[in-house]
């Protein structure tokens, strides 16, 4: 089992910045990707952007691309979710997860889908007011 503990939401008004932080315990061994996903009252879970943790592939949503980034730290087995010009639709519980994909460099869409992650945190929530 892996186990995934977030850290580092709060509220921001607009344009602010937070950043994101994803602990991962347990064995660990079999998982090659992380990644962020959220979700909106009202809406379904969303992709927001993934690592390789093999290397530094990354992949993202159209709708963060150029504001977020991700990165990882894997002596500390953290992953974390840079955060940057929020908007009032970044408002969402943001959730991480784990997973072991078989196929490397896979679009962005097909990666950031919540059903190709096995392990997932608690959720942490980001609120962006306007």
């Known amino acids: 089992q892996v186990q995934l503990v977030e850290s580092g939401g709060g509220s921001v008004q607009a344009g602010g910045s937070l950043r994101l932080s994803c602990a991962a315990s347990?064995?660990?061994?079999?998982?090659?990707?992380m990644g962020w996903f959220r979700q909106a009252p009202g809406k379904e879970r969303e992709g927001v952007a993934a690592?390789?943790?093999?290397?530094?592939?990354?992949y993202y949503a159209d709708s963060v691309k150029g504001r977020f980034t991700i990165s990882q730290d894997s002596a500390k087995n953290t992953v974390y979710l840079q955060m940057n010009s929020l908007k009032p639709e970044d408002t969402a519980m943001y959730y991480c997860?784990?997973?072991?994909?078989?196929?490397?460099?896979?679009?962005?869409?097909?990666?950031?889908?919540?059903?190709?992650?096995?392990?997932w945190g608690q959720g942490i929530l980001v609120t962006v007011s306007s």
């Open positions: 690592i390789y943790t093999g290397g530094d592939t990354t």
């Open positions: 997860a784990a997973a072991h994909i078989l196929y490397i460099g896979l679009p962005a869409h097909d990666i950031l889908r919540p059903n190709q992650f096995e392990y």
């Open positions: 347990g064995y660990t061994y079999g998982v090659n990707h």
